[in-house]
């Protein structure tokens, strides 16, 4: 009969190196929290300072000791947090609502903070009835106005209180809305501006062709500019 090998099997252990340590965690800075979208860059870093300012001047960051820091950073860390998941084109507009809420809390003399939150029914029923005002006087836009409502109700339901969306504002028409602008007078406007138009074309397609340089723009008209700031005071 065959001898069975006694022998137990040895079990290969990991060596040290092979063994990956605790992952490290690190804290994102507020200045790091930024989206890019559609072109637009959505810095979260704004949301910590009064009034929301703009701290970019093209490639050049503004000096922030200039702003007041309104010592949020948990806020700006909850919207960073809901808003840089599942990014998409909506994204960038509900920023901006944001901007445009937290600059209304931060600048309106009406409103302070309940309980610490920034979320607070109260502040939210006033902002939504601010942006009606602002309507009303013709500041704001009724489609603008809608957005800023849905962008808000988006929030809440991210927030879990889909209960608050019931409360918001119905706001009607907001597609239908639209801007009058009045038409240009085709005998009186329009057919005198489209000759300049042309006539300034054919002068400037000469100079381009002979390689030369105007003296001064074929629709610059002194005597004109002059008229019309007698007209205007």
């Known amino acids: 009969m065959p001898k069975h090998n006694t022998r137990k099997r040895k079990y290969l252990l990991p060596g040290k190196n092979l063994i990956k340590g605790k992952a490290e965690v690190k804290t994102l800075h507020l200045a790091d929290m930024v989206i890019c979208v559609n072109g637009s860059i959505l810095r979260f870093e ?15 960051k503004v000096e922030t000791s200039q702003f007041t820091d309104m010592k949020r950073s948990s806020f700006v860390r909850q919207i960073y947090s809901l808003l840089s998941e599942n ?17 209304w809390v931060d600048d309106s003399n009406d409103t302070e903070l309940i309980d610490k939150d920034m979320f607070h029914w109260e502040l939210i029923d006033g902002f939504m009835t601010w942006c009606g005002r602002q ?24 927030l879990n209180r889909t209960q608050d969306t019931k409360r ?16 240009l007078d085709i005998e009186r406007e329009l057919k ?38 007698q007209k205007k005071g």
């Open 46 to 60: 704004r949301f910590a300072f009064k009034s929301c300012p703009v701290l970019f001047r093209g490639f050049r």
């Open 87 to 103: 990014v998409t084109s909506t994204t960038a507009s509900r920023y901006e609502t944001l901007i445009k809420y937290v600059r």
């Open 135 to 158: 309507n009303s006087k013709g500041l704001l836009s009724r489609p603008v106005w809608g957005r800023h409502r849905t962008n808000i109700s988006w929030l809440l339901k991210q």
């Open 168 to 183: 918001l504002p119905k706001i009607s028409n907001v597609s239908g809305h639209t801007t009058p602008h009045k038409s």
């Open 192 to 229: 005198p501006i489209t000759k300049r138009l042309f006539n300034s074309y054919f002068k400037l397609l000469e100079h381009y062709n002979a390689g030369t340089m105007p003296e001064k723009h074929p629709l610059y008209d002194k005597e004109l500019l002059e008229l019309m700031a």
